[in-house]
């Protein structure tokens, strides 16, 4: 039985589960770092946030590499989940649970939506013959295959080789959903973003749908299905699963009836058909509501080429937080792609980014600010005076940010709410330069000292609401504005307050330090 909950409205969000077939590459990264960031803001704006990630440990490809690499399936799931986890911590992702798919309970969980579905009429069992494609454990129709050159049957879309496959499965009756579907598309449009993802998956949908293969015999490393343990569940029917389990499904009625559905599932774009197709079908079948929401974000590439072992561009997460520091690289990430598209990343990006937006826009006016008020104000916060229509219009705009940015983030527009923080940042950089304040100090200290809190102030406000992007960075420049460090009073509720004239303020240290660009092959 869960603990009993606050007064705050709940917010669930998941990233997919990643497969532990390998170590975590820099597309997971982007993923936890972007759902981080989508958590973080709406944990600040009051909502009691609860966020999933975890491992998706099943199927046959897991087995396939665990012989390959002579280790048992469990031990190479484990050693790789571990691995997961411990990105997680690496980037500062807030989880509230970590899963795998091997966890007792996602068992239990798993054998009961299958029985729900099967209660619901929706399972049979007949025999399956098709083009098998292990990688993504899916099964192609022939007019979905070509011949390569080398002979071999391939999935056409994405040109995986495929072996022919006869077995006794059980079948999930996707093709009863169509209208369904069709209907929660076109009744509940934020059901998928970004929008063309929305068209591409009704169009997929509006084609057609075939019964969907939902059991393998010819491995065992999988929940065997309840009833018919020679079988295992397909892996996606558990994986997907994964998202109720870890808010209590089907035992802890209280912590469901809280969190699910689910507000928010982060995915990557070759997964959209499970969530948007696939998930609320089976949801539908057994009975539980949908999600309010699947966002799909892009793929990331190393300088525009698509990361693989061969190509030897593969970057280890860790290794780029260690060279350009966390936050840098969260920034990075969020600033300079679009959310929902492709974007790319170099180290002459990264460092580019950091020192125009990072060192130049942001750490510079802070650093600036609260050096001058050391120097004219003894290092206490001026009262500011009368406010000219320029100092106004600042403050305005800096109080504006805080709904124009919820509402961009409340689209996953990250890259946009960035935006408006930073455009704020600027027009009080074109301020400062022309109100000189260290030229007014020699002759108009009480216009200095409210020229320098109307600088503060912004800096206080963009510092608030940029915390979920870099929060060791914001949280240090905090602590410099005397920031209550009580995370209570850190909450986006504390932009509507002031800085207290005649708090003093301890010695400011610069927050967003240059970094020098890498050699040419770095
Ligand atoms: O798909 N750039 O696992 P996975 C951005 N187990 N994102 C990327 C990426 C890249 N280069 N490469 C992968 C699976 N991703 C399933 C999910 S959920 C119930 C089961 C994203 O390890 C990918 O789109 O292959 C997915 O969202 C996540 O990383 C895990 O990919």
Redesign the pocket.
Known sequence: PSESFGASSPFYIT?????PNGAP????A??FISADVLARFKSLDGFDVRFQSGT?EHGQKMQQTAEKQGVSTAELAKTNSDRFEALHTALGTDLSRFIRTTDADHHRASEEIWKRMEAGGDIYLDTYAGWYDVRDEAFFTEDETTVDDDGNRVATENGHVLTWTEEQTYFFRLSQYQDRLLALYDSRPEFIGPDVRRNEVRAFVAGGLNDLSISRTTFDWGVPVPGAPEHVMYV?VD??T??LTGVGFPDDEQMLERYWPASLHI?????IR??CVYWPAFLMSAGIEVPERVFA?????NRGE??SKSVGNVVDPHELVAQFGLDAVRFFFLREVSYGQDGSYSAEAIVSRNNADLANEYGNLAQRTLSMIGKYFESTVPTPAAYTAEDTALLDAADALLPKVRDLFDRQAIHQGIEALWSVLADTNRYISAQEPWKLAKTDLERTGTVLYVCAEVVRIVTLLAQPVMPGSTSTLLDLLCVDADPQARQFTAVADRLVPGTALPKPTPVFPRQDMPAADA
């Open positions: 990233t997919a589960i990643a497969y590459h820099i597309g997971h982007y993923e998706d996606w994986a997907l994964n998202y995915i990557g774009k070759d997964i499970f969530h974000h892009g793929f990331l590439f698509k990361m």
